[in-house]
Nanobody, 124 residues
Framework: QVQLAESGGGLVQAGGSLRLSCAVS????????MGWFRQAPGKEREFVAA????????YYADSVKGRFTISRDNAKNMVYLSMNSLKPEDTAVYYC?????????????????WGQGTQVTVSS
């Protein structure tokens, strides 16, 4: 059974940084696109970032480009999201997801497995 577990969320002041981690078990992610999504209260889940299976290609939502960095360690079956210059509008539950194929995707339906999420709260 594939399981994804996010960690690293918390409360941070605007302008601060956090690093989220996603541990994957039950399946190797070495040939899988991995992504991060977020969902704020009352809003739909939205794409944040994705990374190709090799890590050579990354893709970001415009709202986080230049502030967030997605990375992966296939040997450890881990995916990371480094978040800098955080803003109050970044407040959300952040989810890690494993893609259904090796093609980078930005919609939730293109991801097979999801973690339970980790809360990120940015105070002004």
């Amino acid at each position: 059974q594939v399981q994804l577990a996010e960690s690293g969320g918390g409360l941070v002041q605007a302008g601060g940084s956090l690093r989220l981690s996603c541990a994957v078990s039950g399946r190797t992610i070495s040939r899988t696109v991995m992504g991060w999504f977020r969902q704020a209260p009352g809003k739909e889940r939205e794409f944040v970032a994705a990374i190709s299976w090799s890590g050579s290609r990354t893709y970001y939502a415009d709202s986080v480009k230049g502030r967030f960095t997605i990375s992966r360690d296939n040997a450890k079956n881990m995916v990371y999201l480094s978040m800098n210059s955080l803003k109050p509008e970044d407040t959300a539950v952040y989810y890690c997801a494993a893609g259904a194929s090796s093609i980078i995707a930005t919609t939730p339906r293109e991801y097979d497995y999801w973690g339970q999420g980790t809360q990120v709260t940015v105070s002004s």
